[in-house]
């Protein structure tokens, strides 16, 4: 029988700190979280007050190098002139390296056939997000106008149903269980069940206030069966399908008159969806005992029908979407050089609190041994945040300083200067870790002389063209999607021809990367793409 005993061995094991954990989290917050995070802790840390407007603005801006001028390895200017004002220099910058190493992998799923519809459907004809841009003075800010939620929307028009109390609860259920889609992903039997919950919860409180409870008891599947379909006849039609099928069916039966081409179009969704997804228009035909012209008409219906209504009012949440780029990349109009700043404008400006420190420093000998403690807790969390705030701007204006140096052509000329590009490339150029690079690039946007960029599009693979230059994937895969765009629609591309059209242009690129590439994009295999 083995004997069980205890053994010391010596162990070395590199952990995070509390405060490098908080710096990592912050570097890897874009600016409206980041907003709602410093708010957050202003709120809960009264050693912290924000600074008023009336201070001095410190600029966050760094000036890109010429090209050449960037020795891969060197650090950059981290100038004094740029400390943020909020930390005033009172205490040192926390070190947080040691991060392991990761690298950013791009999701190459295949589209499914919902994808294929709700992307290549005529979005000319099909109902969309407004793209009004209120004028409202926030700085840098795209704004989609501010309008009722696709939730408010329909409760609004349940109102106008005739339901018991009951039903209506069912009703308030099912849109409260909506994506933002409009969709219903949810098992009918789970939103049944919760119904019946806030249904026995309502009969109490009118028995504890003595009122009557007509109307109110509990429903079934057939019931959320039936209210379900009320809900789809609601506008936008078709909220609250289950598949893209119900969705589109749904969109036509609400018509209050169908000519015979939306006649044919609801029969064509109802008996052959199936070919119609794979665009089998001969065994449509034949199914439908219907003539070509016919059935061409009903496909034009079909392909007015919005897949996914709930992105034509706005969506749940979403009362003031916004995108707030994390950087501004300027052309200085006297040097020509390149500006980039950190777009802080909308963050608080914080400090530690004097009123505090000077009740610490006073009361030390009055206050309670707990107290003195909590206070001390406070001040140093107070000074990490703080800390962590201002390492967090010399990295991120560091990692976007290099990729403006490495993409120089790009903010000079537009898309067509982009160059391949890794997160190695960057990590070399800044000396932080990879890991470092890509949490600066998660979910951050840059404004440009050419719009606004998520930062991950600067990314990208090299090609070797048949000269020995290096071009950026990006650039293959735009001129696979302007080929595709020109194509006629009853003679497709086949991903062969689409190689032969790129090795035409110089790029020699196989028939399997251009699939690939395709893919990528959510384009469909050239069958799909055909014409009736």
């Avoid at 916004?322 to 050089?337: A, H, K, L, N, S």
């Avoid at 420093?361 to 000074?383: F, G, M, P």
């Avoid at 976007?400 to 890794?422: C, D, K, N, V, Y």
């Avoid at 001129?479 to 190689?499: A, G, H, M, T, Y």
Wanted: glycine content about 4%.
């Amino acid at each position: 029988m083995p004997k069980l005993k205890l053994t010391l061995a010596p162990k070395l094991q590199q952990t995070l700190t509390p405060q490098q954990i908080q710096y990592l989290k912050l570097l890897q917050l874009p600016t409206l979280q980041l907003e709602q995070y410093v708010k957050q802790e202003l709120e809960e840390n009264p050693m912290l007050e924000e600074i008023s407007d009336d201070l001095e603005q410190l600029s966050w801006t760094e000036r890109v190098p010429e090209p050449d001028a960037l020795v891969p390895g060197a650090e950059y200017d981290e100038r004094s002139s740029s400390a943020s004002k909020a930390g005033e220099g009172d205490y040192e910058q926390v070190a947080l390296r040691g991060e392991d190493d990761e690298q950013y992998s791009p999701d190459t799923d295949r589209e499914t056939m919902f994808d294929y519809f709700a992307e290549h459907w005529r979005e000319s004809d099909s109902p969309r997000r407004g793209d009004d841009d209120d004028d409202d003075g926030e700085p840098f800010i795209q704004r989609i106008r501010d309008v009722p939620t696709l939730e408010d929307e329909l409760l609004e028009q349940v109102q106008f149903l005739n339901l018991t109390p009951a039903e209506r609860i069912l009703a308030e259920q099912i849109i409260g269980s909506l994506e933002h889609d409009g969709y219903l992903r949810r098992p009918l039997k789970e939103v049944v069940a919760e119904a019946n919950e806030r249904i026995a919860e309502a009969i109490f409180e009118r028995a504890q206030r003595g009122e009557p409870t007509d109307g109110l008891t509990q429903v079934r599947l057939s019931d959320a069966e039936r209210v379900l379909k009320h809900i789809q006849m609601l506008e936008p039609y078709g909220c609250g399908s289950r598949n893209l099928q119900e969705c589109l069916i749904a969109q036509l039966r609400a018509l209050p008159e169908r000519n015979k081409h939306e006649e044919l179009a609801l029969r064509v969704l109802t008996d052959a969806f199936d070919d119609l997804a794979e665009k089998h228009y001969p065994d449509i035909a034949a199914k439908l005992k219907v003539g070509e012209d016919d059935l061409r008409h009903a496909v034009e219906v079909i392909r007015r029908l919005n897949p996914k209504p709930g992105y034509g009012e706005q969506s749940f949440g979403d009362a003031a979407l916004t995108i707030v780029p994390d950087f501004i990349v300027e052309r200085d109009e006297e040097t020509g050089d390149l500006l980039v700043s950190l777009n802080d404008s909308l963050l608080p400006r914080l400090r530690l609190s004097v009123a505090y420190q000077q009740l610490r420093r006073q009361a030390q000998k009055s206050l309670n041994r707990e107290t003195r403690q909590w206070l001390h807790r406070k001040q140093e969390d107070a000074k990490f945040l703080l800390a962590a705030l201002q390492q967090r701007k010399v990295t991120m204006l560091k990692v976007m300083t290099a990729i403006a140096h490495l993409q120089r052509r790009f903010f000079e000329e537009g898309p067509s200067g982009l160059r391949p590009l890794i997160y190695k490339d960057v990590a070399d150029a800044t000396g932080l870790d990879i890991s470092t690079v890509c949490r600066v690039v998660s979910g951050k946007y840059v404004q440009t002389d050419y719009g606004i960029f998520e930062l991950r599009y600067f990314f990208s693979e090299a090609l070797l063209t048949d000269d020995g230059e290096e071009v950026s994937t990006r650039v293959i895969k735009d001129l696979i999607r302007k080929l595709i765009e020109e194509e006629p629609k009853n003679n497709p591309l086949s991903d062969d021809r689409i190689s032969k059209e790129l090795k035409k242009r110089g790029y020699n690129v196989a028939r399997r990367t251009v699939a690939k590439y395709r893919e990528q994009m959510k384009i469909p295999i050239a069958r799909l793409r055909r014409g009736l």
